[in-house]
């Protein structure tokens, strides 16, 4: 079980951080690409920012964006404030037993709008990848309902249809976890 589970590790850190590798992405020049890929329609899901390792953060202090769209044109950026935004997003890391396999899951969730995002890469002991982002029901990711819940959520998966760039996204749910 336990050699099950490292195996399980070792794969996704190998196929999730390829040193040099970078996928196409949403942020600026010196900003940190923590999760990058392409989804469909030819546009990208990015996290972007700077969480303090090192590099000058600026006057935001550490920052987290969400982006979705093209290069140039973003259609969704969350926040739109950089500072104080790493209060606004949740990072977990889940390893589930069911019957007898494993999955290891990490996600950076968030709540825009009244709906519930998370932005995964999830490796079942089959060891096929998942990543991408969930929207829908902010409950169905553990996230606080707005005062005023909406009459319906979307329920979307949206993969990615590319290997995305997760080269400091571990790091950024160990950070969002403290």
């Known amino acids: 079980m336990k050699r ?16 040099g590798w970078a996928a196409p992405n949403l942020c600026a020049k010196g900003e940190t690409v923590f999760f990058s890929c392409p989804v469909r329609g030819g546009k990208l ?11 000058d953060s600026g006057d935001a202090g550490p920052w987290l964006q969400y982006r979705f769209g093209r290069p140039g044109a973003v259609e969704l950026g ?38 519930g995002y998370r932005i995964e890469s999830t490796m079942p002991e089959s060891q096929k990848l998942f990543q991408g982002v969930s ?39 160990e950070q969002l976890g403290e």
């Open 135 to 173: 929207i829908g029901d902010p409950r169905k990711f553990d996230l606080p309902v707005p005062a005023t819940p909406r009459a319906s959520y979307p329920d979307l998966v949206i993969p990615c249809t590319a290997k995305a760039d997760t080269s400091g996204f571990f790091e950024l749910i």
């Open 78 to 115: 969350y926040p739109a404030a950089k500072q104080a935004s790493l209060a606004r997003f949740k990072g977990e890391h889940v390893l589930s037993h069911l019957a007898d396999a494993e999955m290891t899951s990490e996600s950076v969730s968030f709540v825009s709008g009244g709906i």
């Open 4 to 19: 099950t589970l490292f195996t399980s590790m070792l794969a996704l850190a190998a196929v999730c951080s390829t040193p």
């Open 45 to 55: 899901v990015s996290l972007c920012g700077n969480i303090g390792n090192g590099k």
